[in-house]
């Protein structure tokens, strides 16, 4: 049997979901990891490790929530809407391609949910709920076998999954003294992944050999503890402008999921409540990486804009994963990744009582990085360029509503070879668009931290 992600057949179709992914490169591990922050940040590319800023809550960084004035309180919600399209090439025995099976896909749903708070002068908290992973593919594949062909009939393999991994994050920052902040954060990870299978003949061979139809399904629930640890240093922090470089660590490990598998075959029902095996199949370990990130960030009453950089090590201690041990496996193994982000921001005159465009905050950012599997050894490409401007609710104010525009490229240059076949690697180009309302009560028009008094 030829691995069901290289060897996937999709027909062009157009469907709709709550789902935060569509790919087959979802089929193993965590699945598609979503770009965390704000809208804000997201539409710089997703910096923010190095960024400090007052009216706005950064997930990125613990140590940022230091700044998080008194008496002040920040909400943060945001949406997105993505449309995907994969295709793959097909190629015949000579090696030359044939045509190009494409699918098309769209998902709607809530991206993050953060609140930020101070606890005392310099110390201040965040709590933020947003997606890490998400599943969510459906693909099919029929056994080329000739033998197979001639005895039986035609085999045919289907597999889907869906379901999604969320973060709950906890972060403390700390300003130990006027440009240098630390903070710390208590992540919790829970989740639900359910991945099925079925293989049955769709033209049976009368007197032909015997075959069982096989249906399976592997559910995976997450309940695990993780921690990050933040600094920042503004090397440079006056009235004019602030100069801020960022570093957080993330400890990772294993996700250690309650696995439950049932498996039939025939008339019989089996359920295994172990990491299962199927054909000499070992399922990719559910897990997060230790991740290093650094940043630097740059803003003055107009212009901001920053740099991140963050490497994450997924391959470490990892065996490679293979369909099965015949001549036609294929390897899909972690690798460790790096990711490069860089963001724009400008806005014209942020005081501006009569022109409202000028306090408009436009946005543009990039990033570009490696995903974390690798297919027959063949690295993927990610690639995002993004786009968005922020509305101000109103003069003097920083609560305001912000609309991001992203586009996408997960490829691979290269195809590889199963067997004697090529099989060309999936293509996916998603468009996004999100929305966010990011809220600030913290002037003295509102008297959310105020006592009361009365005459």
Do not use: C
């Not at 769209?106 to 002068?121: E, M, R, S, V």
């Not at 740099?307 to 099965?324: F, H, I, M, S, T």
């Amino acid at each position: 049997m030829i691995v069901a992600l290289l060897a996937i057949t999709v027909a062009a179709s157009a469907q709709t979901s709550s789902i935060n992914a569509y790919s087959p490169y979802s089929m193993y591990g965590p699945g598609e990891l979503l770009t965390p922050g704000s809208v804000q940040m997201r539409s710089m590319g997703g910096v923010g490790i190095g960024k400090r800023a007052v009216g706005q809550i950064n997930p990125l960084n613990p140590a940022a929530t230091s700044i998080v004035p008194r008496k002040s309180f920040l909400f943060d919600v945001s949406l997105d809407g993505t449309h995907f399209r994969n295709n793959q090439p097909k190629y015949d025995a000579s090696g030359a391609q044939t045509s190009t099976a494409k699918t098309v896909y769209n998902t709607g749903n809530i991206h993050n949910i953060a609140i930020a708070f101070p606890l005392a002068k310099g110390l201040g908290a965040s709590l933020s709920i947003a997606p890490y992973s998400s599943v969510g593919y459906k693909v099919r594949t029929t056994e080329e076998s000739e033998d197979v062909w001639a005895n039986i009939g035609r085999v045919m393999s289907g597999f889907e999954g869906d379901g999604d991994i969320s973060e709950v994050k906890l972060s403390l920052g700390w300003a130990i003294w006027q440009r240098f902040s630390i903070g710390v954060a208590a992540k919790y990870y829970w989740g639900y992944i359910e991945r099925n299978y079925k293989t049955s003949v769709t033209d049976q061979i009368t007197g032909g050999g015997t075959f069982s139809p096989t249906t399976g399904t592997d559910k995976f629930v997450v309940n695990n503890f993780k921690f990050q640890a933040g600094l920042q240093w503004s090397i440079i922090q006056n009235e004019y402008r602030i100069l801020t470089l960022g570093a957080t660590y993330d400890l990772g490990g294993s996700l250690n999921p309650k696995v439950e598998t049932f498996v039939k075959t025939g008339s019989d029902l089996v359920a295994l409540n172990k990491i299962p095996v199927r054909n000499n199949i070992n399922v990719v370990e559910l897990r997060v990486p230790h991740q290093v990130g650094v940043g630097l960030y740059f803003r003055d009453r107009a212009v901001g804009f920053g740099l991140d950089y963050a490497y994450a090590a997924w391959g470490k201690n990892n065996p490679a994963y293979n369909e099965n041990s015949s001549a036609k496996s294929v390897a899909v193994t972690y690798t460790d990744t790096h990711t490069l982000k860089l963001g724009f921001e400008i806005t014209p005159r942020p005081t501006d009582v009569r022109n409202y465009l000028n306090r408009i905050s436009y946005r543009l950012g990039a990033r570009v990085g490696n995903y974390y599997q690798k297919f027959g050894n063949a690295p993927i490409n990610q690639l995002a360029v993004t786009a968005g401007f922020g509305l101000p609710v109103k003069i003097w104010g920083a609560s305001s509503v912000n609309i991001g525009f992203e586009y996408g490229r997960l490829s691979s240059p290269h195809s590889i070879t199963i067997g004697a076949q090529k099989v060309g690697l999936v293509t996916q180009n998603y468009y996004k668009i999100s929305i966010g309302f990011s809220l600030y009560s913290g002037d003295t028009s509102d008297y959310w931290f105020v006592r009361q008094k009365f005459d």
